[in-house]
């Protein structure tokens, strides 16, 4: 099932689908919205993927993590959220996702999530 911001994800066909290499992509100025306090979540996205037929076109990745700027979702939530967005677009053969939070606090943290197509 797609989710609200899902479509905003935009693909090119991947030249080398056949070799397995890895893309890196640093998101540095995620934002959020606490859903408990109603103040602003500051993070930084870490993609790590072996795309497979496709890659994700970068604009629109910035464009999709933007939609999140108003919306109040857990640090947890909202990093298995892109997961799940990403793979169902990009269906890459893995992808490790990793988001870096801002201290609150005191306390800062990082939630990994990560996939690996089928065998």
Request: proline share 7%; charged share 25%; hydrophobic share 35%.
């Amino acid at each position: 099932m797609a989710t609200p911001f899902q479509d905003q994800l935009e693909v090119f066909e991947n030249s080398f689908p056949d070799r397995h290499y890895r893309i890196e992509i640093t998101c540095p100025e995620f934002t959020s919205i606490c859903p408990k306090t109603g103040q602003p979540d500051f993070g930084k996205m870490v993609f790590n993927y072996v795309p497979k037929q496709f890659c994700v076109e970068l604009k629109s990745l910035k464009l999709y993590l933007q939609k999140f700027r108003n919306e109040g979702i857990f640090y947890e939530n909202v990093t298995n959220r892109i997961l799940d967005d990403f793979v169902a677009v990009c269906k890459p053969r893995e992808l490790t996702l990793e988001s870096h939070w801002g201290a609150r606090g005191g306390i800062t943290s990082v939630i990994t999530v990560e996939y690996s197509e089928p065998n």
